[in-house]
């Protein structure tokens, strides 16, 4: 039996599989970040809670030069900001 992490419950191999599959690219780790500041900002606001299926949206997007400036983030629901791509 494989010793298990006693914070993620996970086996070596287990993690090794999840850093491998959940954007481990220094790219996403970066987006990711960036995307978990702007939460912060609106969480110490009181614009969002956890679990209360809201997203925080930038108004200009990141990946277009956009910031994590206050100016530039929106809350909207989880549906209508990952369902534009679906043509919702």
Not at 12 to 39: D, F, L, M, S
Not at 59 to 69: A, E, M
């Amino acid at each position: 039996m494989q010793k298990r992490n006693p914070v993620t419950h996970r086996t070596p191999e287990q993690t090794k599989k999840h850093n491998n599959t959940y954007g481990a690219t220094k790219k996403a780790i970066a987006k990711r970040v960036k995307n978990n500041a702007a939460r912060r900002v609106m969480l110490k606001e009181g614009g969002v809670a956890k679990g209360d299926g809201m997203d925080v949206d930038h108004i200009k997007p990141l990946r277009k030069g956009g910031s994590n400036k206050r100016s530039n983030l929106r809350v909207v629901s989880k549906e209508r900001n990952r369902g534009w791509r679906d043509g919702v």
